[in-house]
């Protein structure tokens, strides 16, 4: 393309409203050419760098066409016509209006040119720290020419996608229901501690800049001249700064697999916790129920996961207060399923006395199962450890009855094993023992697999007002 051509139109991005953001190449373009055709706000931006014969066509608001008119009739007298937008003139711009009209009347010997510019949630994201360092995506709330289910799918496929979303047009007058409807949206698929931030004149002199959660974001605060950023699941805020890592900090193939890892099950918290039929329940008897839920994919679990009033706390407060140091189970499955790095961070043992010499001989001299003896070696060496049970309800029934004589007093008690013979009724014998934290899986269900993860809630407990599980996968 001959740059100097006339019969030309350079369609501009002049940026958020700074000098600074304007590139040379739009500079050059608005100084040189001979006219300039803009929404009349826009030009206070750039009358500074007007020659005085310039031509200035400025229009009001929803004059988009109007003005591509305009363009069109200068260029076809032989003249070079700047277009100018707000932010980048190819994001809710002039620039594909400028191409549709050429196309539509057929014109061929006019020239058109796009010149990028910063888009306003390029300066918002830039002011706010780094919140789009990954995928992301962008969403206009005016329905003016979309429909508004169209622009719903579009909002629930962001909020689903985890996508960090940028909004435009957020309100206006009339339009003052959208962004609610759009909150509510993201509230099922994101944590209420996801990153929020708006920009209001984003790099002008009247900018604001404000960092909240997607919990405590007040619509009423947003106006037109707003820009709306969301973090996705791996976003958070630090010394003030809303950050979305990309990635490079973290190094290896097991790093990012357990990322990977760790978003899907924080995805999977969160459609759970959608679909309780009851959500308003104690935060960390929730926690516990989404544990088991997301293990079993049984919703169920809400009507027979039973604990004691404050039991997951107390248990979580007696680790981290180094008052519980060790978790017997009753089989090794149980053990194998507890999170490594849960333990690690809190200096945990697990035991699992089934496979002990000491328990063979116990059993065969004594007349009792495997799972009896290993419960009396427990209680002899571990007298204040948490007991998970999996699987045998001989091994709870032992540790009950030793309680009953006063031969033992764990710190607390996560029950659940499985099955027909005397499940139910070892569960039962539990619950007389007020003064012990329980965790109990009424009835026939339970399983090693739930066992650990119960044992899994209590560990994490801290991430529960977030919604973050996994970080310890």
Same mark, same amino acid.
């Given at each position: 393309? &001959?740059?100097?051509?006339? *019969? @030309? ?6 940026? !958020? ?7 040379? +190449?739009?500079?050059?373009? $608005?100084? #040189? ?24 066509? =400025? ?91 169209? $622009? ?17 047009? !957020? ?18 698929? @994101? /944590?209420? &501690? ?58 290896? @193939? ?21 679909? %309780? /039929? ?25 009507? %027979? ?8 706390? @107390? ?12 978790? $017997? ?16 961070? %809190? ?9 002990? !010499?000491?328990?063979? #001989? ?21 007298? *204040? ?12 029934? #032992? ?8 031969? +033992? ?6 029950? +659940? ?7 139910? #009724? ?8 007020? =003064?012990?934290?329980?965790?109990? $899986? ?6 090693? *697999? ?5 044992? *899994? ?5 801290? &991430? ?10």
């Amino acid at each position: 393309m &001959d740059k100097h051509s006339k *019969n @030309r139109i350079i369609v501009a991005g002049i940026g !958020p409203g700074s000098e600074a953001d304007i590139t040379p +190449a739009v500079m050059k373009a $608005i100084v #040189e050419s001979d006219v300039v055709v803009g929404y009349k706000y826009y030009f206070q931006f750039i009358t500074p760098y007007l020659r005085p014969e310039t031509v200035c066509i =400025d229009s009001g608001m929803k004059k988009e066409r109007q003005r591509a008119e305009e363009a069109f009739r200068y260029a076809l007298e032989g003249k070079t016509v700047c277009v100018i937008s707000s932010g980048d003139a190819g994001i809710y711009g002039m620039a594909p209006l400028i191409y549709e009209m050429k196309r539509e009347q057929g014109v061929e010997d006019i020239e058109i040119e796009v010149l990028p510019g910063i888009s306003a949630f390029q300066k918002a994201a830039s002011v706010l720290g780094c919140p789009i360092g990954h995928d992301l995506c962008i969403i206009s709330l005016s329905d003016l020419m979309t429909p508004w289910m169209l $622009i719903e799918r579009r909002i629930r496929a962001a909020a689903e996608a985890d996508f960090i979303t940028a909004i435009y047009n !957020p309100k206006s007058v009339g339009r003052y229901w959208q962004l609610y409807r759009l909150l509510e949206i993201f509230a099922e698929h @994101r /944590s209420p &501690d996801t990153p929020v931030g708006y920009v209001r004149q984003a790099g002008r002199e009247e900018q604001q800049v404000v960092l909240t959660t997607l919990e405590a974001f007040d619509p009423e605060e947003i106006d037109m001249f707003t820009v709306i950023i969301i973090g996705n699941t791996q976003s958070y805020i630090y010394e003030d700064h809303f950050i979305t890592p990309r990635g490079y900090y973290r190094e290896g @193939r097991f790093d990012k697999e357990v990322n990977i890892g760790q978003g899907i099950m924080i995805e999977s918290f969160r459609t759970i916790h959608s679909e %309780l /039929s009851n959500p308003e329940r104690p935060l960390d008897h929730k926690w516990a129920m989404l544990h088991a839920i997301h293990t079993t994919a049984d919703f169920e679990m809400e009507e %027979l996961l039973y604990s004691d009033p404050g039991a997951i706390e @107390r248990l979580h407060q007696a680790i981290v207060r180094r008052e519980i140091d060790t978790i $017997i189970t009753d089989v090794t499955m149980v053990a194998s399923g507890i999170r490594k790095g849960a333990l690690e961070r %809190l200096g945990l043992n697990v035991k699992c006395y089934l496979n002990d !010499p000491r328990t063979s #001989e116990m059993a065969s001299r004594l007349g009792i199962t495997r799972s009896q003896a290993g419960i009396r070696l427990a209680v002899e060496e571990h007298p *204040n450890a948490l007991f998970a049970f999996g699987n045998a309800p001989t091994a709870v029934i #032992e540790l009950c009855e030793l309680m009953r004589k006063g031969k +033992a007093k764990p710190g607390g008690m996560v029950v +659940a094993p499985v099955g027909f013979v005397n499940v139910r #009724e070892s569960k039962y014998m539990c619950m007389p023992f007020k =003064d012990i934290p329980k965790v109990i $899986i009424r009835g026939r269900k339970g399983g090693s *697999n739930l066992a650990a993860t119960l044992v *899994n809630s209590i560990l994490t407990l801290d &991430d529960a007002a977030q919604l973050r599980p996994g970080r310890d996968v």
